[in-house]
């Protein structure tokens, strides 16, 4: 029996792309759900560099960082692929997952926790970032066209934390300025298997609350 471990919490959404592209493939795992004030002596055993959620094991082999471990899965169980064979349209799909982690989900963070005109400056990077991602959705279903691949999986979370930021800040981050974005999240929030796999709402609220009043302090 091959082992399939995977360390996450069960909030974090670089857990959840990892747990979506198992379940697109089918591939059954051991979800063990760390407390991150207490990292377990296994997680730092297994990603002494980062000490972060979330750690694939496979067979005793940790793989850490999340992208890393979506072409890792991709590579190793090559059924269901979430990266297509066309070198320019793998590029393509890596491109705009490295621009999510890299630009559109910290300016996203950023209108989450700062305030004021760091707040504004955040907000006005979203927006930049954001019509990036509406001009890129234009004609498509999926980022990768006809079916679900690696930069769904890794722009993902707008379809459930946007809400969550949304409700607990006040603020509408995706608005009608952003159709095609907007017929995205819906359209991937509801894909068969990845629909079972979204966090209770209420739960997220409680959990960002906290965050944000952290962030804010009164
Ligand atoms: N670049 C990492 C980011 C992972 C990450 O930020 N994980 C957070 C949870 S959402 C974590 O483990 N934080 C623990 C810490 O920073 O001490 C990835 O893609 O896997």
Redesign the pocket.
């Given at each position: 029996m091959e082992e399939v471990k995977l360390l996450k919490?069960w909030?974090?959404?670089?857990?959840l792309r990892v747990v979506q592209a198992l379940k697109l493939k089918g591939i059954g795992y051991e979800a063990v759900d760390?407390d991150?004030s207490n990292?377990s002596a296994l997680l730092l055993q297994y990603n002494p560099v980062?000490?972060?959620?979330?750690v694939l094991v496979h067979n005793g082999n940790p793989i850490?960082?999340?992208?890393?471990?979506l072409e890792y899965i991709d590579e190793t169980w090559k059924h269901n692929p979430i990266l297509p064979e066309d070198p320019f349209e793998r590029a393509r799909e890596r491109f705009w997952a490295k621009f999510n982690?890299e630009k559109l989900l910290p300016t996203i963070w950023a209108v989450f926790t700062k305030e004021g005109k760091e707040r504004e400056e955040a907000m006005a990077a979203s927006v930049e970032n954001l019509k990036f991602v509406e001009e890129e959705l234009k004609g498509k279903k999926f980022f990768g066209g006809e079916k679900v691949g690696l930069a769904d999986l890794v722009l993902g979370w707008l379809a459930n934390l946007i809400g969550v930021f949304e409700e607990v800040t006040g603020l509408k981050i995706v608005d009608e300025r952003y159709p095609l974005l907007l017929g995205w999240m819906k359209e991937f929030y509801e894909v068969p298997v990845i629909k079972d796999t979204w966090p209770p709402h209420d739960k997220m609220i409680i959990k960002y609350q906290a965050f944000y009043d952290k962030y804010h302090p009164a």
């Open positions: 919490t909030s974090t959404p670089f857990g760390e991150l990292k980062y000490k972060k959620v979330p850490s960082e999340s992208l890393v471990i982690d």
